[in-house]
């Protein structure tokens, strides 16, 4: 009998822990498809709730008013970009303009350029020749200028001979002779 009983204890046991197993088990499938269905009417909830603002006879003014922003926004680009590749036109001509000068002014630049090198060559060398003649000149001028002071010299000497001799002539008996008055 004791058997019986432990038997009955054990049943009794296995069968309440399995009821709670099963209770457990179940009640966590429950609260899963809980969840899912809660999660689904939050989306249908915010979905039926868009729908209700934007049946809205003020909420479709609203948008309404945009969209003809909108659209009026659209026709002036519309012209902006008419009106722009009329201006792109004119620019480009424009650009074709200012390449055509710039290509002018580089050419007139590398012929400056040329000319500017032409002539630093030409005047270089005129000065390097101008050089060579100042100094050949110079030397030519000093040559002069010592034959004039050995000429000066020489005269000197003439001159101071001569003051001699007339002194020689003033002091000599004939010197009446020549100067009358004296």
């Known amino acids: 009998m004791k058997n019986k009983i432990i038997n009955g204890i054990v049943v009794a046991v296995v069968g309440v822990a399995g009821f709670w197993c099963g209770t457990y ?32 006879p003020e909420t479709i003014r609203l948008y ?19 009106s722009g590749q009329i201006a792109n036109n004119t620019l480009s001509s424009y650009e074709n303009k200012i390449d055509d000068i710039n290509n002018r002014l580089l050419l007139f630049k590398d012929e400056s350029d040329s000319l500017k090198s032409s002539l630093t060559t ?44 007339l002194n020689k002539i003033k002091n000599s008996k004939y010197s009446k002779k020549i100067w009358p008055g004296n």
Not at 27 to 45: A, H, L, P, R, V
Not at 64 to 82: A, G, M, N, Q, T
């Open 25 to 56: 088990y179940v009640m966590n499938k429950i609260t899963q498809e809980i969840k899912k269905w809660d999660s689904q009417y939050q989306q249908i909830s915010n979905s039926l709730n868009q729908f209700v603002e934007v049946s809205n």
């Open 122 to 165: 030409i005047v270089n060398d005129n000065i390097h020749n101008l050089e060579e003649k100042i100094a050949v000149n110079k030397k030519d001028v000093l040559e002069l200028y010592s034959k004039l002071d050995d000429l000066r010299i020489k005269l000197e000497n003439l001159i101071d001979g001569v003051s001699v001799d």
């Open 64 to 82: 309404v008013k945009k969209l003809s922003k909108v659209l009026e926004d659209i026709e002036f680009l519309d012209e902006l970009v008419e």
